[in-house]
């Protein structure tokens, strides 16, 4: 058979971890083969059905036809009843060298790296929809340890929407289409959500959070991850400590614009997952910390807070977030139905050194991730399923169903046994073995909450106060924008009482923009969703105090904690406008500062091919004004030279690219004739644009002076305060 013509070199080839190699027992490459069956029989035809005669009805003895056409019928899984549409790649976690004090779990001693498969996906929206709605980030994570696999279920919000588990199916309800009709698509901006919100108090801090930038990010390699719950991490002493999981990104946390995300949805749906695949593929492997914020058990009721509740957070400012090691993504998926589709996370696999809380919410979740795959993958074997696979032996006395790969040998499928010598034997602790944490719980069976849990808004005001005044207006206009969506008066109101327990700025800037008054509290009962027999009035949450402080890591400005010393503007998208008659030597010098610090520089003109610049030199264009957009891109450079402006600026598309880049708060750099395209692309009410921040401009047509500050500018990701002069909220 012949080979492949140029065999590409896959990041498989340069990094194979445990993982990597054990699926490769299951990879497959048609490539040189002849074509078969399922059973291995070759086929003489596959384009023609056996029929009786040339223009005859098709034989039902077509087993080929039936085989082909039966597989294709059933190819189709449900799709995940949340977190739908994901994107997943291999990598691998290292530890760093000084856990050992707080978990006995193998993965985290020094040194030790673990193969790793990690899942991002957005919540609400379906397997089709866009990977740019506003929504949570779920950020879930498969350590194959040689203890057994270890999940970390994450999102990229610190927080949830509720407190109890029996209450997801109403939220989940709530969020996603509408029932009777299906609209809308990926979207909180309806009347079931606002309905579900407003009497659900225990919802607004996590709202405010999935109405701020962290549900827009720029990219998932620029998002961090929180584990949520309260875990335990137990040491070789038996010491355990409640633990708050952080992943924190290399590349610092950065957002887009909301009507950037909305125009992004259009042109390219597939945004974060394209941007994932092309970054691993270039090399451009992302990174996280794994961290942990520690709370030892005899501090457990400290807080104002109940660390058991998921509604709220630990502020890193009273308990710093200590690193255990990173995370590198270097390997994207052979096949996505295989690998992304068929994973199956759960937040009850865990290892000996890792344990729960008793957080509610966590413990209903520890029921529901097995089940849901029952029906989603189809019977109780998909840890077989290869890229489920444990790498540590599997060996217990379960047994068959549907599907079941393994072949138990023996006659022995139950313990004790003496028939097998009681093997497989329990293992004790020091051979490895899982024992819970030894927790002394009592009490009586009660369907209640605990009135630790009923302050609702004052870590709501913690996040709303620790926000930039740009990060504010955000969410007041995302709040504004959902809210116009809501058909019913009533909700909108209701709503808006709710905001008003937070905050007075805010729920009056938010009324502003609905053209209504804020309307009054009194009389509004905020804590309907109580048991029908419980005591209402002891489980009504009161508005947030005034003073409640800021907490330093809860802000994504470029300036705020999290993006502090991330100056890299590697793998950054740069469009270079520019077409006939552009100064190509100045374009050739400005691309090659932006790849030499790792981003990556790509020529907009208005015709593919070529363009030739003033000098006779010509260069590839990468896309048109047609074929892409400046939502596409970080930053945008418009080239000098006279008779390539001359055209740009007569171009409807063009002005518009600099114009867009210009409201979404984008770095801008132009150079001699380029500034004039600057100049017609400003708009009514904005700003002087050649003296807003992040525009960098040199009359001279060389871009000597110019790239060291357009570098530096791209590096700040964002310049928010323009939109805070031009567009107040
Ligand atoms: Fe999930 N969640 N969840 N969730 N969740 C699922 O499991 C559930 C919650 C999260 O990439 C489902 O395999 C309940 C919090 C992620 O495959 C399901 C409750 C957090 C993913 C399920 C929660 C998450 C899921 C659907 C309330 C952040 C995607 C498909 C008690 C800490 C994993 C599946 C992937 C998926 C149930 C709340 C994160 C139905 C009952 C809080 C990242 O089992």
Known sequence: MSKKPTAKKTHEDAVSTAKTDELAQ????????????????????????????????????????????????????????????????????????????????????????????????????????????????????????????????????????????????????????????????????????????????ESMHMLLWAMSDRALPRSLRMMEGFGVHTFRLINTEGKSRFVKFHWKPKLGAHAVAWEEAQQISGKDPDFHRRDLWNCIEMGAYPEWELGVQVVEEEDERKFDFDILDSTKLIPEDLVPVQMLGKMVLNRNVDNYFAETEQVAFHLGHVVPGIDFSNDPLLQGRLFSYTDTQLTRLGGPNFHEIPINRSIAPIHNGQRDGHMRQTINKGQVAYGPNLLNDNFPKQAKLSEG????????????????????????????????????????????????????????????TRTLVQLSQIDSELVRRVAEGLGVAVPSAEGVQLNLQVGADADAASLQSKPAAGNIGKDSALSMAPTAKINQGKTSIKTRHVAVLATDGANVAAIGDLMKALMDQGAQAAIVATHLG????????????????????????????????EASVAVLKQNADAVRFVNEAFRHCKPIAASGAGIELLKAAAYPGAEDILNADGVVTSLDAQVGGLAPQFITAIAQHRFWGRELKAMPA
């Open 433 to 492: 073995g899982f024992n819970s944490v030894h927790e002394r719980v009592e009490g009586h069976k009660i369907r209640l909450r605990s009135k630790s849990f009923v302050d609702h808004y004052s870590q709501a005001k913690l996040f709303w106060n620790s926000q930039s005044d740009a990060e504010k207006m955000h969410i007041v206009k995302a709040l504004r924008f959902d809210l116009s969506h809501v058909q019913k008066e009533f909700v909108r």
């Open 26 to 201: 299951n990879r497959e490459d048609g490539y040189g083969q002849f074509l078969t069956t399922n059973q291995g029989l070759r086929i003489n035809d596959d384009q023609n059905s056996l029929k009786a005669g040339e223009r005859g009805p098709t034989l039902l003895e077509d087993f080929i036809l039936r085989e082909k056409i039966t597989h294709f019928d059933h190819e189709r899984i449900p799709e995940r009843v949340v977190h739908a549409r994901g994107v997943a790649a291999h990598g691998y976690f290292e530890a760093y060298g000084n856990n050992a004090n707080l978990s006995r779990a193998d993965f985290l001693q020094a040194g030790v790296q673990t193969p790793v498969f990690t899942r991002f996906s957005t919540v609400a929206g379906s397997r089709g929809s866009s990977d740019m709605a506003r929504d949570v980030r779920g950020f879930a994570v498969k350590f194959y340890t040689q203890e057994g696999v270890f999940d970390l279920v994450g999102n990229n919000i610190p927080v949830f929407f509720i407190q109890d588990a029996i209450k997801f199916p109403d939220f989940i309800h709530a969020v996603k289409p509408e029932p009777h009709n299906e609209i809308p698509q990926a979207a909180s901006a309806h009347d079931t959500f606002y309905d579900f919100i407003s009497t659900n108090p």
């Open 610 to 641: 070529t363009i030739k610049g003033s000098d006779g030199k010509e260069l590839l264009v990468d896309g048109t004004f047609h074929s892409t957009a400046s939502v596409l891109y970080d930053a945008v450079y418009v080239a000098g030279g």
